[in-house]
């Protein structure tokens, strides 16, 4: 049986001092083009958010045109956000920093194109320096089958979450991807999935194994007939108001699994999981930078420093520190 959707009271919108600023409307137009020249929109509202901020930051400067947007300006703004304190006293990380500027260079660099301004401010603009962080923390194959086993398989949610998450193990798809997998993306013969406008707005196929292939088969047989509502557009996976995944809920509900095993993160725990596990077992970094969807080559390598167990396997084999614990004297004799 369904659940009643859950109505959430609404809250009386905060006004913005900004509102009136002519940015505002050359910002709408630059998302405009955005969109226009086939960049996603996803992208569309990141720059959106991203030139919001900017222009509530101006505002008190009597900031409210284009001209007034200066390599001083932005250095200023570019300080302001390294020095920002959010209410946790917590500062901005400098992926935050560096999606807050990478829309405002692009911006300045159409506000040249349309010949609003003479030179781009933005041009000398220095970016934060990004780390490369490994993942947190990447699942065992025994803890994999412990998240994904805690779903169970008693009830239509059940079954739907074991399916979601064998599908990410499985193919290592972004939270997004797997959101807007459609049922005729789903080749049953060939056992793969055609991702459609993946990051980049690239489209690639991605194989699956045996047990997602059984699990999805299990849950468009059984499940998703029940889920159906008025909002189906073929989406394959639905919530259980039969409407589409948004981001934030899919994440949200997969996180309630991983945690029971005390690790963090949500779905993109399990496409870590895919990649490492692989290069664990032989497979060829190109291989999986295909299947991942990684533009560079070295985005993937990331998982060559995650994959420890095989590291761990040839210092064991090789290194002369692996023979001195055989040849260390016996405790009692150290008495």
């Not at 725990?269 to 299947?291: P, S």
Request: with cysteine; proline share 6%.
């Amino acid at each position: 049986m369904l659940r009643a959707k859950r109505i959430t009271p609404l809250r009386a919108p905060q006004e913005d001092p900004s509102s009136d600023n002519p940015l505002h409307a050359l910002k709408e137009s630059f998302v405009q083009w955005t969109v226009a020249i086939g960049l996603s929109p996803q992208t569309a509202s990141i720059r959106r958010s991203a030139l919001g901020h900017f222009i509530r930051w101006c505002h008190p400067q009597a900031i409210d045109g284009p001209g007034a947007i200066t390599r001083d300006l932005l250095e200023a703004y570019q300080f302001h956000l390294a020095t920002y304190r959010k209410p946790n006293g917590e500062t901005l990380e400098p992926s935050t920093q560096a999606t807050r500027l990478n829309p405002l260079k692009a911006f300045c660099k159409w506000l040249v194109r349309k010949r609003l301004v003479e030179h781009d401010a933005a041009r000398e603009l220095i970016l934060p320096r990004l780390a490369r962080r490994l993942p947190r923390r990447v699942p065992s194959v025994a803890e994999v089958e412990a998240i994904m086993g805690g779903a169970g398989s008693d009830t239509p949610s059940s079954i739907r979450d074991r399916a979601i998450m064998e599908t990410l193990y499985s193919t290592g798809l972004r939270r997004m991807e797997l959101a807007r997998l459609r049922i005729h993306d789903v080749s049953f013969g060939t056992s793969t999935l055609l991702v459609r406008s993946g990051k980049g707005r690239r489209d690639r196929v991605v194989p699956f194994g045996a047990a997602a292939h059984g699990w999805i088969e299990r849950y468009l047989r059984d499940i998703r007939p029940r889920l159906r509502s008025g909002l189906d557009r073929g989406e394959l996976f639905l919530t259980d108001y039969g409407e589409p995944f948004a981001r934030n809920r899919l994440g949200d509900r997969i996180r309630r699994y991983v945690a029971r095993v005390a690790l963090p993160g949500a779905c993109h725990i399990f496409r870590h999981a895919c990649a490492t596990h692989m290069l664990e077992n032989g497979a060829d970094i190109r291989f999986i930078q295909a299947m991942l969807g990684h533009a560079q080559l070295s985005t993937t390598e990331i998982y060559t420093h995650v994959s420890i167990s095989r590291l761990k396997e040839i210092h064991a084999a090789t290194h002369p520190a692996s023979c001195i614990r055989d040849k260390l004297p016996s405790p009692l004799l150290l008495r």
